[in-house]
């Protein structure tokens, strides 16, 4: 079983900028950002494969969030730029052992605590 831990949310002014990190108990493969505001379901943000060589965005980030991965560290990424208040929720990291870059929670197998990430106009 993999542990995740997400970290590096907090307040920030729209236009700002903040960087989260997952890290691994273990090994992972695909990773996956989530997030979820109040009242909404979770939605998808952004994948990465195992190498690093298949990413996914949400067309609401695309342009300005970034995920990167270091596997010799057990560590996702995810640099949020130009943030906006709509960008304003719980942030997730989950993995998955398929090899294909999940975008549905349902094929990520685990999932860490979220930190939050306000955003404020």
């Known amino acids: 079983q993999v542990q995740l831990v997400e970290s590096g949310g907090g307040l920030v002014q729209a236009g700002g900028s903040l960087r989260l990190s997952c890290i691994a108990s273990g090994r992972t493969f695909s990773v996956g950002w989530f997030r979820q505001a109040p009242g909404k379901e979770r939605e998808f943000v952004a994948a990465i494969s195992w190498s690093g060589g298949t990413t996914y965005y949400a067309d609401s980030v695309k342009g300005r969030f970034t995920i990167s991965r270091d596997n010799a560290k057990n560590t996702v990424w995810l640099q949020m730029n130009s943030l906006k208040p709509e960008d304003t929720a719980v942030y997730y990291c989950?993995?998955?052992?398929?090899?294909?870059?999940?975008?549905?929670?349902?094929?990520?197998?685990?999932w860490g605590q979220g930190t939050q990430v306000t955003v404020s106009s």
């Open positions: 989950a993995s998955t052992s398929r090899s294909v870059v999940p975008r549905t929670p349902f094929m990520y197998d685990y």
